[in-house]
């Protein structure tokens, strides 16, 4: 067995999310378009009897550390589907909001499995940790390849999206969570009694992200869950108009929220943004970052940011 393994696992951000209605299953079908972002967790796993977590970082506190914990369960997971009879310590070093629409708990999933995987030497495909990932949450798959992708479904099925060049985003993150399944419930109410459209990717988003062009690109960003998320949390609506009267090119919130992000046409002006934000005290931090990045990474011994 393997001594020690750290992954790295970047947050996502939706350039669209399109959301269906309610299924019977009490998801709802999506089409989105995941672009992740070099805002990363890390998850280092150690060789153990049983299964643990700790958490350090952003918001630690704020993350369970027993069998709620997606780290946790995915471990539980790979070694119940492979026979693994090994535990594992799990140390968590968190970069990506908690609660914040950015994946952050999908992503400790995705690095819990990869690390598992890499620790036990399970030798599972890629395909197989992805079916795991996809029954740990909509987003665990996405965590795992990163880029630019298209997501169906509840958001796991995946295909890669024709993209060129490099964005360069402001992340906002705000005090506070948002519970996912509320931002959902929310907009079935704020829709109640309409009929809805398929879900679907817009061909506008697809030829900016063709075109590596911000300024289409930022044109073309779009959240269904939004006036969801900004009826919930009403300050965001304030933080989104102060990030675009600083200059960003499109501002939106970010999945379910309560992260606000912003695109923005180079670092230069990304630094600009921040300063106007951070300036504001409407926002608890900010953050600059740039996509698209891989997904789930193991990373050489040595160069793991902070956890030994
Ligand atoms: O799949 P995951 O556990 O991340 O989803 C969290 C919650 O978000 C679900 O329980 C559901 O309320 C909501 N959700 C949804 N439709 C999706 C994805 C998530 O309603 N496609």
Redesign the pocket.
Known sequence: MTAEVTVRVPAKINLELS?GG??PD?????ATVFHAVSLVDEIHATPADEVSVEVEGLQADQVPTDGRNLAVRAAVLLAERTGVEAGVRLRIRKGIPVAGGM?G??ADAAGALLACDALWRTGLSRDELSGLAAE?????PFSLVGGTAIGT????RLTPALARGEYHWVVALAEGGL???????RLDQLRAGRVLPEPEVSTRLMQALRSGDPVALAGALSNDLQPAACDLAPQLARTLELGRSAGALGGIVSG?GPTTVFLVRDAEQALDVSVALTASGAVRDVRRVRGPVPGARVVEPGRAAGIR
């Open positions: 959301v309610p299924r009490g998801y709802h079908d999506l994946a708990g999908s740990l949450g909509s987003d665990v479904g509840r958001g796991e519970s996912t399944p509320r931002v959902y419930a379910s």
